[in-house]
C-alpha cells in the first residue's frame, strides 16, 4: 500500500522483480554470500589500499608530490583574528555612534537599542573567548 503521495512501500509485485530474484529479496541489494557492495567498480583509483590500517596518521595518504608538514602546519588563525578584530571595532563604533545619536540627539532610547548593547558585549565575550 502506498502512502499518501508517497512512493510504493513494500517489495515490488511479482510482475516487476528481475529474473532469477527470489521472491522477497530487494532488487536494489546484492544477493546474500554475493560480492560486497561497491566493489562492481574495481580497485580504487591510483592502486591505493583501503583494507588494512592506515599507513599514514591521516585518514589518506597525501597525492603525490605534496609532502605533509605535520609539525608546524600552515594556519590562517592570524588572520581569522585580524578580520574578527577589524569589524568588531566597525561594528562597536556603529553602535558607540547610534546609542550617542538616540540617547544624547533624539533622546528616545528603546529597547531595540537595549537589544544592540546585548548582542554586541555577547559579540565581544564570543570574540575573546
Known sequence: M???GGPPVGPP??????????????????????????SEFGPPPGG???SGPPSFPGA???PPGV?????????RASTV??????????????LVMRIYTRAFLSRA?????CKSNIQTLAWIV???I
Open 2 to 4: 502506498a502512502p499518501q
Open 13 to 38: 509485485p511479482p510482475g516487476m522483480m528481475p529474473p532469477g530474484m527470489p521472491p522477497g529479496m530487494n532488487p536494489g541489494m546484492p544477493p546474500p554470500g554475493g560480492p560486497p557492495i561497491g
Open 48 to 50: 591505493m589500499n583501503f
Open 60 to 62: 589518506l595518504p597525501p
Open 67 to 75: 609532502i605533509p608538514n605535520l609539525v608546524d602546519p600552515y594556519s
Open 81 to 94: 583574528i585580524i578580520v574578527n578584530a577589524v569589524f568588531l571595532t566597525i561594528g562597536t563604533l556603529f
Open 109 to 113: 532610547l528603546g529597547a531595540d537599542d
Open 126 to 128: 564570543l570574540t575573546v
